[in-house]
């Protein structure tokens, strides 16, 4: 494939070349190269990951989204985790050999999360596999980062059963990065030796062997977040706190086996 090839199809492949996937110019048009990230719920409605008082830039072809965190869920920990997130258009073909990467900057600075605490709001990478359930993720907050591996129970997907533990999300948190900074993020997958590694600033910082489901697509999601447990009287996501998050548009790679 050429070099910034558009994406088009419903299941992009990207085979032995590389592809630039931006375009926030067009982040309000749904559905051309982005669309609002969320589930279709049993009873037929969306739950939306959009935060209604959110701030979007596009300038020098990065996305800039800033949002005073409100959207809550009390019942699906899935659903209150994301608050305001977007969905690559349409998903990019896993190959069956060899490798595929994903890499971007990012920029994460918030107000009025808890000292410390990452997982109080914080800006997103995730690659998700909307055939299994799986999933490879960056999280960068004010003062550190989490490479993230799971398989998880998104609303209206079945999860293969592989004899092991069917759902699990491992999150490995560190410093090493340039607070509320631009960094560089990278992920690549291998389907044929069953291996995802994580990048940070051209250094890996997490390297994960015998991956147990094998991805057969990603999409992307660029997202703002929390992560904070349900609690029996419901969700604690949101408490006034802001996020500001910024993304470069993403380069993806394929190189033979």
């Known amino acids: 494939m050429d070099k910034n090839k558009e994406i088009t199809g419903e299941v992009q492949p990207i085979l032995n070349g590389q592809t630039v996937i ?6 309000l048009t749904e559905g051309k190269v982005w669309k609002t990230g969320g589930f279709t719920l049993p009873d037929g409605s969306f739950w939306a990951y959009r935060e209604p008082e959110a701030v979007v830039i596009v300038r020098n072809g990065f996305l800039y989204v800033r949002a005073q965190l409100s959207r809550q869920h009390n019942h699906v920990q899935i659903l209150d985790n994301a608050k305001h997130m977007y969905y690559s258009a349409k998903p990019v073909e896993v190959p069956e050999d060899g490798e595929i990467s994903f890499e971007l900057q990012i920029r994460a600075r918030t107000q009025g999360t ?10 997103s990478l995730n690659l998700l596999d909307f055939t299994t359930g799986a999933a490879l993720d960056f999280f960068a907050g004010n003062d550190k980062y989490a490479s993230v591996y799971g398989v998880l129970p998104f609303p209206g997907v079945t999860v293969p059963e592989t004899g092991g533990t069917k759902y ?10 340039k607070p509320r900074e631009f960094n560089t993020y990278k992920i ?6 069953d291996e995802a590694v994580f990048y940070v600033n051209g250094q890996e910082v997490r390297r994960e062997q015998n991956v147990p489901i094998k991805f057969n697509s ?3 999601a660029l997202g703002i977040m929390t ?14 706190q ?3 998050a910024e993304w470069s548009p993403m380069t993806v790679t394929t190189t033979a086996k």
Not at 22 to 27: A, E, L, N, P, R
Not at 114 to 123: E, N, Q, R
Not at 229 to 237: A, I
């Open 22 to 27: 931006g375009d926030f110019h067009t982040i």
């Open 114 to 123: 808890a000292p410390g605490d990452l997982y109080d709001g914080y800006v």
């Open 168 to 177: 699990f999300c491992i999150f490995k948190e560190a410093a090493d990065f």
């Open 188 to 193: 690549t997958y291998h389907r044929g030796k």
């Open 218 to 220: 990603f999409t992307i």
């Open 227 to 240: 992560e904070k447990d349900l609690t029996p009287e419901g969700s604690v996501s949101a408490h006034g």
């Open 242 to 244: 802001t996020v500001i």
